[in-house]
């Protein structure tokens, strides 16, 4: 693409008179520059290494005339707002391809994510376009993209559509077998002990229906790997907060750092569950506060306002210190 092509697309300054006038390729990531690339300067820290990787444009929103001291030959591409400025330019090259935007809830996609088999079809993106930047493909095939925030994927793609056409009145036989496990009949379908609590099941409907509308046989699900789904997965615990396998013991954790989803998980396991017992701890705590928090004699810890990922990282480093502590 012409340099004085970009500058009118994203509305842009162009600093100087480069002795080059075209660019091959677009990046956000370092580490990605080749020659003939434009690299977008999020940290201009990076810009002399991607000059000195073949970068024939830097385009940011902090250079200025003596940042063009470096290379005088390549364009220096000043904006406003580098990350409008990524957007615009995605959006402008994604005009006229096959390409569809689909907006969603936050468990929907991580549901989706889990299950589906990587492929070159369906792009799930952040929200964030300097993540996203890469992942966007220009190239005339057709692509399937999936985001939780509307108004970002409305700014990429025009007329997204929405992933919430599942529906729970039409699922029959739904049998709890327990927090973690259930089975039901949906469309001729039978689900048989599927690692997934009853509370999800509208939004693993959403998915099934959203796949045969869009007519996506190609496309490969695994609902197995539902086993590795972390938005209501428990870390199973001894009496001495040593993760255990799962079902091993009677106490295990769960938590979410979403305030609302940590609510709506709580409310589930009070009406559906109440026999359990439950001890509920604040997660924005100190670590060593949390770990002190949490009640082996309860079978249900929910650690609310943390994510799965760190209270995991506080359990294992108990375990690190009560080992480092029995060799002494």
Known sequence: MRIDTICNIIDAKLLNKPSINLVATWTTNIDKVEDGSLFVAIDKGDIPKAIASGAYAILSQTIDQTDIKQDEDIAWIKVANTELACIKIRRFQLTGLDVSG?????????IFQTIIKKN???????????DDFDSIHTKPTSKIYIC??????????????KIDSG??????????????????VFSGYSF???????????QFLNIFEFIKSQRLSDIKVDIAMLK???????????????????????SFVLANESTSISRDQIQYIKQKFGFLRLNIVDGL?????IRKAINTEKNINYISGISYENIKDI?????????KSSLF
């Open 102 to 110: 689909f907006v969603c809830d936050d468990i929907t996609i991580d």
């Open 285 to 289: 705590m100190e670590p060593d506060q």
């Open 148 to 161: 939780t925030d509307s108004n970002y994927i409305d700014k990429l793609i025009p007329s997204s559509g």
């Open 167 to 184: 529906d729970v009145n039409d699922v029959s036989n739904i049998v709890c077998h327990s927090l973690f496990e259930t089975s039901f």
């Open 120 to 130: 070159d079809h369906i792009i799930f993106l952040t929200g964030n376009i300097f």
């Open 192 to 202: 048989e002990r599927i690692r997934l609590p009853a509370l999800y099941i509208k």
């Open 315 to 323: 359990l294992s480093q108990k375990s690190l210190i009560c080992i």
């Open 228 to 250: 590795h789904l972390h938005i209501f997965s428990p870390l199973f615990i001894d009496t001495r907060l040593h993760i255990a396998d799962f079902g091993k013991t009677n």
